[in-house]
């Protein structure tokens, strides 16, 4: 099984399991079933897909400047967090960032479970 996979699979999981709190939260409302379905599969589908989202705009590098920034601030001041050899000190921003796009992973699992859950929310509002 391939890491696109596995993150679908796992997201899948996860936004079944939001789903069934919103279900369940919202069932003594006195909704119709296939509202209680609409209002689940939604929450579960924006939750999921903005978690995708966010890591996709993280994989464009959009973050980088922030952690980097934030990480020299700490290694300055707190001696405690400074780097254990002096080759990690001396990471210049290009390096890191070349660095932190090769560990990154994909974030098409998320938004494919995402999209799943919010077309499955358009549906019941069909027959809502």
């Known amino acids: 099984m391939n890491a696109k996979c596995k993150s679908f699979l796992i997201s899948l999981a996860i ?71 002096p080759e990690e000190g001396k990471e210049s921003f290009v390096e890191y960032k070349e660095r932190k796009r090769q560990e990154r992973k994909s974030p098409a699992g998320s938004l494919l479970a995402g999209g799943l859950y919010l077309v499955l929310s358009a549906l019941m509002l069909l027959f809502c």
């Open 15 to 85: 936004g079944a399991v939001l789903a069934a709190v919103v279900y369940f939260l919202n069932r003594s409302a006195g909704f119709p079933t296939a509202r209680l379905f609409c209002d689940a599969f939604f929450v579960a589908g924006v939750i999921i897909t903005g978690c995708g989202g966010l890591a996709f705009v993280r994989n464009q590098g959009f973050f980088d400047i922030m952690s980097y920034g934030i990480k020299t601030v700490f290694h300055i001041h707190l001696p405690w967090t400074a780097p254990r050899t």
